[in-house]
């Protein structure tokens, strides 16, 4: 599904603000489009405890209010990872936007009011991006191959400024579903894939398949284990969700809501409680969960916002 890469960057950074309405001012407000159609990432932004989507037409967040919507900068975010510090992103303009298209790779510390783009800009739009929380640690699949930046897997550790190949031997996949970096550790990352769940502790030098899973749809990786969706294909292709420790093959069933029957796309987890998590399924469906899955609160139906919290 997706392909490897190699690079160096762009040296300066360029600072924009998308908005061309000088008079407006950037904030999260009221929600005036609950229909949300096509979602390209979730997260924790800024090291709070508001949950973040990045949508095709611009950013939405719940918090202890309910859902708010971004008044201005409608992009259409495409691989949005949220960090301590702000995210990291890639994507296209919105309609009448003065940034070019695409994105290449930009962060945002203000939560989507400005961005600085750091690699790539109006060169590449990056699907598969991955970034450590803490470590800032960027990894990209570039489906795009350009001089500077070949196909494949690559990495930076100073946000852009320089980048290395990562070789991937030992990945035996042929399909790709999302980059998973390691919060602190910015050397781990791990790829789910149809073939299974690979982990590298080498910066993808080399990978090593984490155990038997397949059919694995999103991964996401925290300070000692993570977090891995599947599909229980003997079980009528039911949703599942796992949890699992670096180191052991023990892993933890995590009981999802008994309605959900499409597969989690993206799955969250909160910075502040190590039991708050956040699952979006491919019918643009979101819950959440503040105690392990024991109970699950509702914030969209296929794709409509819930407005009570």
């Known amino acids: 599904m997706k392909k490897p890469l190699v690079g160096v960057v762009l040296g300066g950074l360029l600072i924009l603000s998308a908005c061309s309405n000088k008079e407006a001012s950037f904030a999260y407000e009221d929600v005036t489009n609950p229909e949300v159609n096509h979602i390209h990432g979730t997260g924790y932004s800024n090291g709070g405890p508001d949950f973040f989507i990045a949508s095709h037409a611009g950013l939405y ?12 900068e409608k992009n259409d975010y495409m691989g949005f990872q949220p960090t ?46 991955g970034a450590g929380y803490n470590s800032n640690a960027v990894y990209v699949f570039n489906e795009t191959p350009t001089a500077e930046l ?65 059919s694995v749809t999103y991964v996401t990786l925290t300070e000692d284990g993570g977090y891995y969706s599947s599909i229980k294909e003997q079980e009528q292709e039911q949703p599942m969700l796992q949890k699992f420790t670096i180191g052991e093959t023990k892993e933890s069933d995590i009981p999802l809501p008994e309605e ?50």
């Not at 967040?61 to 201005?72: P, T, V, Y």
């Not at 993206?266 to 399924?281: D, G, H, K, R, W």
Request: no cysteine; charged share 20%; net charge negative.
């Open 150 to 214: 070949k196909a494949g897997l690559n990495y930076t550790l100073d946000e852009g400024q320089s980048w290395t190949a990562s070789k991937m031997e030992g990945y035996s996949a042929t399909t790709l579903s999302n980059l998973a970096v390691h919060p602190s550790s910015e050397e781990i990352i791990a790829i789910g894939s149809q073939e299974g769940l690979f982990l590298s502790i080498d910066y993808g030098a080399t990978f090593n398949k984490l155990n038997d899973a397949t």
């Open 260 to 309: 959900i029957r499409s597969p989690v796309q993206f799955i969250a987890t909160s910075p502040e409680n190590s039991e708050e998590l956040v699952v979006t399924t491919f019918d643009n469906s979101i819950y959440k969960t503040s105690d392990a899955g024991a109970t699950w609160n509702q914030l969209a139906n296929a794709g409509k916002l819930i407005s009570s919290n």
């Open 84 to 129: 301590e510090d702000g995210f990291f992103a890639s994507g296209h303009p919105a309609v009448n936007s003065d940034l070019k298209n695409p994105f290449g790779l930009m962060k945002s510390a203000d939560k989507g009011a400005t961005f600085k783009q750091l690699a790539f800009y109006g060169e590449i739009d990056f699907h598969y991006l």
């Open 61 to 72: 967040a719940f918090g202890k209010d309910g859902w708010k919507e971004a008044n201005l």
